[in-house]
């Protein structure tokens, strides 16, 4: 079983270097940073975490600089986004910054993704809310083309480019695997054409909506079964992040079938965030004896 850390690396937070070292030292498996540009100050796209959206949420560093700083440090952990934001992203140069990280850091990186939930965040950048996953979609295969293709080329409706030449290549085959952010009806076909696993957060019953909580279990059953459709090779990865110190949870979602629990720290000092991590260290520690 895999354990991660995940953080908002912000201005006032620990560094990401220092904890990426002390997570190393503890045993990780991964680490991974959520991604944010900016929060428009008007705020009228409510967050679905509650009323009151954290301060952390307009002051995270960039995932893929803090990332390199995290990649310097360490040697295996795996460096991963809790979700990058592609609908905010041009996709040749996020190709390039992927490919980068991964070849740096020989082959470490973990690129979870999703569309966003902030309209007025993504449409600064371009992208029309009710088009987010076509053009997460497009820019999802336009760099997987050129993570493999010595000179990739890509036509569709949003990512539209002939013929061109980017390098390095990861050190993964075809790039690091994307991890779906997302829970809706249509993500399992998603994972099926363009994705290598599934990546949700984790819901108590204090987090549930009016609707109840997330079937994992069933959300797993049927990616599994769109895989299978899709004829794709190999097994689609499990990942849930934003669990807390309950090792009950760990142990139930275990039991579902994840392959990766990744616990969530506060964005906070090192005075603040370190005993925590020794906590969630103690944990992971009792499921891999």
Do not use: C
């Amino acid at each position: 079983m895999d354990f991660g850390l995940l953080i908002f690396a912000t201005d006032y937070a620990i560094a990401p270097d220092l904890l990426a070292r002390e997570a190393e030292a503890h045993g990780f498996e991964s680490f991974f940073l959520p991604e944010h540009t900016h929060i428009p100050a008007s705020r009228i796209s409510p967050w679905p975490g509650g009323a009151d959206l954290p301060r952390q949420y307009w002051h995270a560093h960039d995932p893929f600089v803090a990332l390199s700083m995290a990649a310097a440090v360490t040697t295996d952990l795996k460096l991963g986004t809790g979700i990058s934001l592609v609908t905010e992203r041009d996709p040749i140069l996020m190709a390039k910054q992927v490919a980068s990280l991964d070849f740096l850091s020989n082959g470490r990186v973990q690129l979870g993704v999703g569309a966003g939930w902030n309209a007025e965040e993504m449409e600064n950048h371009g992208t029309p809310f009710a088009q987010r996953w076509k053009i997460l979609r497009e820019r999802v295969l336009a760099m997987r083309e050129i993570w493999s293709a010595e000179e990739a080329e890509f036509h569709g409706e949003f990512v539209d480019f002939d013929k061109l030449w980017a390098y390095p290549k990861p050190v993964q085959t075809g790039g690091p695997p994307v991890l779906l952010g997302a829970s809706s009806r249509f993500v399992y076909q998603r994972i099926a054409e363009y994705g290598d696993g599934w990546f949700p957060i984790y819901q108590d019953a204090s987090r549930a909506n009016a609707s109840g909580a997330l079937d994992y279990a069933a959300g797993i059953a049927q990616i599994l079964d769109a895989w299978e459709q899709a004829n794709r090779e190999g097994r689609p990865n499990f990942s849930i992040f934003g669990v807390g110190p309950d090792a009950s949870a760990v142990e139930s979602l275990v039991e579902l079938g994840f392959d990766r629990v990744i616990f969530a720290l506060p964005s906070g000092t090192a005075d603040e965030v370190l005993p925590i991590l020794e906590q969630y260290a103690a944990i992971a520690h009792r499921f891999n004896q």
